[in-house]
């Protein structure tokens, strides 16, 4: 789903939830406060309920941009962002306010149970990628720099593609070659990574070579060293394809490299 309409989505279902949170729970609030019990007005005006609206648009947008600076990978880390979210901010303040403020314990826990059910929602879009288990492999930082500078939707691809390639054979590695561009290889480049303005280009180094019985190449085909396979905004990996290619480009490097093949 497209950020902007992920952060939307999600500031409408926090508004209402936490309508539906107050409508349901204000009640018991003020049975326990009897005429202490905070007046809120009852249904509120167009003006404050837009206010409100606007409140959770931006609380989805800061929430969307830390969860994407943190790179969130795993159940674990996103949990625990949630819970830092809520103890650092409204938690803490809102436990202020009943110390110095005066204000009711029943009041300050429906509150902070508003706030957590605005982080669990706000950062529900992103339990699908840490709910995904990632290949286990070794890391050249240096590639984590040149994916992670990508804009979004380049990097989720660079990523996916990157975990696709080490889950072909575990004896793959990566490393940076001309300056910036990822490498992986394994007795020879097998394949590298490069980002265009509107594209990404994973280049096979097959010698032209490998079948490709699927079509998934797209550039390069009578090219002695490398064919392209492009990859734009929106478009599918064909993850089975592309496993089943690199697979024989390795097979290949072990047997002495496509040069060697291709002369025999």
């Given at each position: 789903?497209?950020?902007?309409?992920?952060?939307?989505?999600?500031?409408?279902?926090?508004f209402?939830?936490?309508?539906?949170?107050?409508?349901?729970?204000?009640?018991?609030?003020?049975?326990?406060l009897?005429?202490?019990?905070?007046?809120r007005?009852?249904?509120?005006?167009?003006?404050?309920?837009?206010?409100?609206?606007?409140?959770?648009?931006?609380?989805?947008?800061?929430?969307?941009?830390?969860?994407?600076?943190?790179?969130?990978?795993?159940?674990?880390?996103?949990?625990?962002?949630?819970?830092?979210?809520?103890?650092?901010?409204?938690?803490?303040?809102?436990?202020?306010?009943?110390?110095?403020?005066?204000i009711?314990?029943?009041?300050?826990?429906?509150?902070?149970g508003d706030?957590?059910?605005?982080?669990?929602?706000?950062?529900?879009d992103?339990?699908?990628?840490?709910?995904?288990?990632?290949?286990?492999?070794?890391?050249?930082?240096?590639?984590?720099?040149?994916?992670?500078?990508?804009?979004?939707?380049?990097?989720?691809?660079?990523?996916?593609?990157?975990?696709l390639?080490?889950?072909?054979?575990?004896?793959?590695?990566?490393?940076?070659?001309?300056?910036?561009?990822?490498?992986?290889?394994?007795?020879?480049?097998v394949?590298?990574?490069l980002?265009?303005?509107?594209?990404?280009?994973?280049?096979?180094?097959?010698?032209?070579?490998?079948?490709?019985?699927?079509?998934?190449i797209?550039?390069?085909?009578d090219?002695?060293?490398a064919?392209?396979?492009?990859f734009?905004?929106?478009?599918t990996?064909?993850?089975?394809?592309?496993?089943?290619?690199l697979?024989?480009?390795?097979?290949?490097?072990?047997?002495?490299?496509w040069?060697?093949?291709?002369?025999?």
């Open positions: 789903m497209n950020a902007t309409v992920s952060v939307l989505v999600a500031a409408v279902s926090v209402v939830l936490s309508s539906v949170w107050y409508t349901a729970l204000t009640p018991v609030e003020v049975r326990m009897g005429p202490d019990a905070p007046d007005g009852g249904r509120p005006s167009p003006v404050k309920a837009s206010l409100e609206l606007a409140r959770s648009l931006v609380l989805g947008a800061v929430i969307a941009g830390l969860a994407h600076a943190s790179h969130l990978h795993s159940a674990g880390s996103t949990v625990l962002l949630g819970l830092a979210l809520w103890v650092g901010f409204p938690l803490v303040l809102l436990s202020g306010s009943m110390l110095w403020d005066k009711p314990a029943v009041t300050t826990l429906l509150h902070a706030w957590l059910l605005k982080l669990v929602v706000d950062l529900s992103h339990w699908p990628v840490a709910m995904t288990r990632r290949p286990v492999y070794e890391r050249d930082p240096r590639v984590g720099h040149y994916i992670n500078a990508l804009p979004p939707w380049q990097r989720q691809l660079c990523q996916r593609l990157r975990d390639i080490h889950a072909a054979d575990p004896e793959l590695t990566e490393t940076i070659k001309r300056t910036v561009q990822p490498y992986f290889v394994l007795e020879g480049n394949c590298a990574l980002a265009a303005k509107d594209h990404v280009n994973l280049f096979l180094y097959d010698g032209a070579i490998v079948p490709d019985p699927e079509g998934i797209t550039a390069g085909h090219n002695k060293s064919r392209t396979i492009s734009r905004q929106g478009e990996v064909n993850a089975a394809a592309l496993t089943t290619m697979k024989q480009i390795v097979a290949n490097n072990r047997a002495g490299g040069r060697k093949l291709k002369g025999s």
